[in-house]
C-alpha cells in the first residue's frame, strides 16, 4: 500500500525555537495537507497545498508541496507552548473517489518546553 | 458552531461483542468519511459516503465491518463480532466542498 515516511517521529524544544519537519512519499500525491491532533480530539487542518512547488503560510506555519510532488514540508517558527500535540501530513491522489481519501504520515509528536 | 458529532465517546466492548458507532456530519455536507487510528498513531481510510451512497470503500475489512449513512439519521459504523486489534479510535469526518477540515472527537473503542 501507499506509504508515508514523517520525521522527526518526535521533537522537544524550547519555547521561541522554530520547527521543521518533513514528509516523504513512495508515491505522487495531488494534494498535501498538514493536520494538527490534540489529546482526545480529531485532527484539526492547518494548511492545504495544490501544486508543486507551492509555498503557503498560516501565522507561524509554513508548508510547502515538493517539486517533485512526493514530498512537503512544514515550519513552525518561535514556537509556544500551546504548539504542543501531533503533526501529521497527508496526501491525497486526484480524480475518481480519492476525495477526502487521505493516505497519513506517522506523525511528529511535538513537545515544546517553556 | 459547526461540528460533527460522534456517539459514544467511548465503548467498549468484549471480543466478539457487536460495536455500532454513529455519526452526525455538519449540515449540508454530502460527504462522510470514516478513519480508524490505531495505537501507534496511524490512520487508515475506511469508507466514504456521497449522501447515502457508498463513495469508496476500499478500506473497509468487509467480513466484520459495514456502514450506512440513511436520510435523517446520523452516519453508522457497525463492527460484528469486534477482535481485539479493532481497538482504536474511530474518526468520522464531513465536507462539502474543498479538503478534509471537519473532523469529529472520535470514538474511543476498546475490546477486551
Known amino acids: 500500500g501507499q506509504q508515508l515516511n514523517q520525521s522527526p517521529q518526535s521533537m522537544f524544544i524550547q519555547e521561541g525555537e522554530d520547527v521543521s519537519m518533513n514528509c516523504t512519499s513512495s508515491?505522487?500525491?495531488?494534494?498535501w495537507l498538514w493536520y494538527k491532533q490534540e489529546p482526545g480530539e480529531g485532527p484539526v487542518l492547518l494548511i492545504a497545498?495544490?501544486?508543486?512547488?507551492e509555498l503557503t503560510s498560516n501565522g507561524r506555519l509554513t508548508a510547502q508541496f515538493g517539486i517533485t510532488r512526493k514530498d512537503s514540508f512544514l515550519n513552525i517558527s518561535a514556537s509556544i507552548p500551546s504548539d504542543v500535540g501531533i503533526y501529521f501530513c497527508?496526501?491525497?491522489?486526484?480524480?475518481?473517489?480519492?476525495?477526502?481519501?487521505?493516505?497519513f504520515g506517522q506523525g511528529t509528536i511535538l513537545t515544546v518546553h517553556p | 458552531g459547526e461540528e460533527v458529532a460522534q456517539t459514544p465517546k467511548h465503548l467498549v466492548r468484549g471480543e466478539g461483542q457487536k460495536a455500532k458507532l454513529y455519526c452526525a456530519p455538519i449540515k449540508g455536507h454530502s460527504y462522510v468519511f470514516w478513519y480508524q487510528q490505531v495505537l501507534k498513531n496511524e490512520f487508515k481510510f475506511l469508507i466514504s459516503?456521497?449522501?447515502?451512497?457508498?463513495?469508496?470503500e476500499t478500506g473497509m475489512p468487509k467480513e466484520r465491518f459495514s456502514a450506512k449513512c440513511l436520510p435523517n439519521s446520523p452516519c453508522s459504523l457497525e463492527i460484528q463480532a469486534t477482535k481485539l486489534e479493532d481497538s482504536a479510535v474511530y474518526f468520522c469526518?464531513?465536507?462539502?466542498?474543498?479538503?478534509?477540515?471537519?473532523f469529529g472527537p472520535g470514538t474511543r473503542l476498546l475490546v477486551l
Open positions: 497527508a496526501g491525497q491522489f486526484a480524480g475518481g473517489t480519492s476525495y477526502g481519501k487521505l493516505t
Open positions: 459516503f456521497q449522501n447515502e451512497n457508498v463513495f469508496d
Open positions: 469526518a464531513s465536507s462539502q466542498m474543498g479538503q478534509l477540515r471537519y
Open positions: 497545498l495544490y501544486k508543486a512547488g
Open positions: 508515491s505522487i500525491f495531488n494534494t
